[in-house]
């Protein structure tokens, strides 16, 4: 039976079912010591197999028919009515002798019906599998009448049952079908019509494959509800809906004009049973509550928060209105205006940002008095609810968390902007003074403001103050105002004992500092192996989905870290890692920084030459391998490993292989159709990578025309260019993501760690494109500090650059960059190492692509000066 696919087909992870279980580690929800209450489908009959699975209680009887795919069948539930409804689904399942399965608690209910959860799967509490199209009208019609009068959340892939607001279906496999793709995720497929495999749509609308028709169509529930995605022109309660400004799984929020008026207002709306809170509230409670706070502070504080202009429900939706705030979030705003996120911000930029800090924190400061003075506090202080507008005027929104001072309020708020204390003794805190975790929130906010998004570390080793203070006015030559230092460290203390290097240290001997922050990573990778376990380094949400031994969030990355820096990886973590690739080899996807080529290369280095050969073999022979040109998950990559091979082996049919995959990758207009994306860019996945390949071919085969294709691709990618903030040039994603990036598995970095190999045989435009690139790569700060996409990019590809070219000022600017490794720095006093938060900033992690591993291998890359430790070949020229 299908277990629950996470997002895994978008660009994001879902993370939130992995930050519950460990305060540390991504980890699986279904890790979790509390559970919450555990629902129980008593009335199953003891001879019915029954098992976990993840977050699920499966029960099937034991002369079940083998069925594959069909007619899924879903009943959801209200939180407060959970287990009566599994009682009355479970007995009707079992009278008809349908598998089933249910959530196995009241957490795995929370978590996957919170605002921020998957939406396509949220609503699904229990979920039957009949065996053909008779079986499940029959169920159906059953469920129907033992569940009267109930009331669900709509699931937004289904069809409602006549008659029902819980029970409703979808078309669907029913057993897991998993077909690999280039990015090594396995994705849910689904037969059609014909037999052939398609995926399994499980999106925002009901979707079926091609040729399959709903047997159920004219009877089921079809209204005429707003689809999310066709919100826009939409027209009912006397507002026209203009733009979707944002989803989530409690309801979206909206541009909208007032018909009657023409005035613009904003909507918000609530999606009923869903969106849960911690305290099991949904979504239109927290709407109805929000609407009270704002009617009571539009009679006690008028202009203090948004003006309600209307409260009703629609279809089984609730939606409040109120005035249009003009403005950015002041997340976005620090994002724009940050000069540590642009190139050579000087003593004016840093003045005139800092005299906005303050001028801002001033408003909010005025605002929450203000809000305390009217008898209520916000509790949910953070850059979200906060909107700046372009004259730096500043309105709180989102009061759906405020509350009256001295009554009951639920506490919790955003992760880094919340005091992250026990909960008694925050509810001791909030008796003595009620705006505790206000002062605390707008403390957090000038951190973020003053700092640029280091809450995450402060929090954790709160000693980074100083490395940041330090490296801020450092960077502006002008000292921070005191003011909002001390607004900065209100409840938090820079002079927290640390076992790692002070900033004082590190400006007296900077090679030194960094020597010890090498070992020191090095020593807390080595501590959070767990060889037995499920994967084998903490790892981010999207390492459960991809090969767990690959090279950007499993073993392999994290040993080959190891290895660079000298440091051996226990031999139950080498012996595991072998053992299990080849198991998979068959299964896994071909990439180098996917699957089997990666891992191959690895082992090689391991001394594990027969076992590359084996799995550099299954990548070769990969169907999916056809589908992409690229170094990350295709045909460059698999090629370069042959050229690694050759550099353990000698075997010179791997020169032959690498030349016979590189002819398979077409040119010109063709080479679009097997890059990742439309427009896309990047070392990983645009035409660096394969540019990277032609400079190898060249340089070991004497092949010129190797040389030519490399430098078409490369002047290609600079014409993709953009001027990054500052100064040089960044890199946008593809056509259809403008985000502008400086980093190494795309943009200015990755281009450069490619390009400056060319530079003997470069024209003037691309040797200026490279120094444009390696100018954007000298960006003060990153949100990350890991290697793919952060700090430690950066300071790889400066050194590289350095050590391609052999100048003095190369190295004095990846020694620079260096020290900014040390804001994103947490001790861990058990193994007397550093850790580092890894993608989403919610927990450590060791994988190469975000955590740990990227972190020593740049550190090694910069102290040792050796070569090859990204994956190239240089040592073969």
Wanted: aromatic fraction near 8%; charge should be negative.
């Amino acid at each position: 039976m299908a277990n629950w696919p996470l997002n895994t087909s978008g660009g994001v992870m879902d993370y939130l079912p992995y930050v519950q279980a460990h305060r540390d580690f991504y980890r699986p929800l279904e890790e979790a010591e509390y559970e919450g209450t555990v629902y129980s489908a008593s009335m199953v009959p003891s001879d019915w197999n029954r098992q976990r699975s993840a977050f699920w209680t499966v029960y099937g009887p034991p002369s079940a028919p083998s069925v594959t795919h069909g007619w899924k069948v879903h009943v959801s539930a209200p939180y407060e009515r959970a287990q009566h409804i599994l009682d009355a689904a479970a007995t009707v399942c079992v009278e008809q002798d349908v598998p089933f399965k249910h959530l196995h608690s009241s957490l795995f209910f929370v978590l996957l019906h919170h605002k921020q959860a998957f939406r396509p799967q949220s609503g699904k509490f229990i979920a039957a599998y009949p065996p053909d199209e008779a079986a499940a009208r029959k169920l159906m019609e059953a469920l129907a009448e033992a569940t009267p009068g109930e009331e669900g959340p709509y699931i937004l892939g289904d069809r409602r049952w006549p008659g029902s607001r819980v029970v409703s279906y979808r078309y669907g496999a029913f057993e897991t079908i998993p077909v690999m793709q280039p990015d090594g995720v396995e994705e849910l497929m689904v037969p059609d019509a014909t037999g052939q495999l398609v995926p399994d749509v499980r999106g925002l609308a009901f979707t079926l494959p091609a040729g399959v028709t709903d047997p159920f169509a004219h009877e089921a529930e079809t209204p005429a509800r707003p689809q999310d995605k066709e919100r826009k022109g939409i027209s009912f309660e006397g507002l026209r809906f203009e733009a979707v400004l944002r989803h989530s799984n409690g309801g979206g929020a909206y541009r909208a004009v007032r018909t009657d008026t023409g005035e613009e207002v904003f909507v918000k709306e609530a999606r009923a049973h869903n969106g849960l809170h911690p305290d099991g509230k949904a979504a239109p409670d927290l709407l109805a509550h929000e609407h009270r706070v704002l009617r009571a502070l539009g009679e006690q504080a008028p202009g203090l928060a948004p003006k309600p202009l209307g409260f009703f429900r629609h279809w089984e939706h609730t939606y409040l209105v109120t005035e249009l705030v003009p403005g950015h979030s002041l997340l976005d705003w620090v994002t724009y205006n940050y000069p540590g996120f642009t190139v050579g911000a000087d003593a004016a930029d840093h003045r005139a940002y800092w005299r906005r800090c303050q001028d801002i924190l001033d408003q909010l400061t005025a605002c929450l008095e203000r809000l305390h003075g009217a008898g209520y506090v916000f509790l949910d202080v953070s850059p979200r609810n906060v909107l700046v507008d372009d004259a730096d005027q500043v309105r709180l929104i989102d009061f759906e968390t405020a509350a009256r001072i001295g009554e009951p309020a639920p506490l919790y708020g955003t992760p880094g902007y919340f005091p992250d204390e026990p909960s008694e003794r925050l509810e001791q805190r909030m008796r003595e003074d009620p705006t505790y975790c206000d002062r605390y929130g707008l403390a957090a906010l000038t951190q973020l403001m003053a700092f640029g998004m280091k809450n995450h570390v402060i929090q954790r080793e709160p000693a980074v103050l100083h490395h940041l203070r330090h490296r801020v006015s450092r960077d502006s030559g002008v000292p921070m105002p005191h003011g909002l230092w001390e607004r900065a460290t209100t409840f938090t203390s820079p002079d927290a004992a640390s076992p790692l290097p002070t900033a004082r240290e590190v400006d007296d001997d900077p090679a030194a500092s960094l020597r010890r922050l090498q070992q020191a990573t090095a020593n807390a990778l080595l501590a959070m192996a767990e060889p037995e376990g499920r994967v084998v380094f903490p790892t981010v949400p999207r390492g459960y989905h991809t090969h767990r031994h690959g090279v950007p969030y499993g073993t392999a990355g994290v040993v080959h870290a190891l290895h660079h820096a000298g440091r051996t990886a226990p031999e139950a973590v080498l012996e595991r890692m072998r053992t299990e690739s080849l198991e998979m080899a068959g299964r896994a996807a071909p990439g180098l920084h996917t699957g089997n080529a990666g891992i191959a290369w690895v082992l090689a280095d391991q001394g594990m030459h027969d076992e590359a050969r084996v799995l550099l073999e299954a990548a070769d022979r990969h169907p999916v391998l056809a589908q992409r040109a690229t170094l990350g998950e295709g045909l460059a990559g698999v090629a370069l490993t042959h050229l690694a091979l050759y550099g353990h082996d000698g075997d010179e049919n791997h020169l032959t292989a690498a030349s016979r995959l590189r002819a398979r990758i077409p040119d010109g207009g063709g080479l679009a159709s097997v890059l990742q994306s439309e427009g896309v860019t990047g070392l990983l996945h645009g035409r660096v990578g394969i540019a990277l390949l032609d400079y190898y071919l060249y340089r070991l085969l004497g092949d010129e025309d190797a040389k030519r294709r490399g430098l078409e691709l490369l002047r290609q990618e600079a014409a993709m260019a953009d001027p990054f903030p500052g100064g040089g040039i960044g890199f946008r994603v593809s056509t259809a993501d403008p985000r502008l990036y400086p980093y190494l598995y795309r943009g200015s970095a990755g281009f450069a760690l490619v390009a400056a190999r060319y530079l003997p045989v470069a024209d003037e435009d691309l040797a200026r494109a490279v120094d444009e690139a390696i100018q954007a790569s000298t960006l003060a700060t990153t949100l990350y500090a890991g290697l793919y996409e952060g700090q430690s990019g950066l300071v790889f590809a400066l050194a590289e650059h350095a050590g391609l070219t052999g100048t003095s000022a190369g190295d004095a600017a990846a020694l620079d960059a260096a020290r900014g490794l040390f804001s994103h720095a947490v001790a861990h006093s058990d193994s007397g190492g550093a850790r580092f938060h890894g993608e989403y900033l919610m927990k450590f992690t060791a994988d190469l692509w975000s955590g740990s591993a990227g972190v020593l291998l740049a550190l090694t890359r910069l102290l040792d000066g050796r070569g090859d430790m990204f994956f190239t070949v240089d040592s073969l020229l």
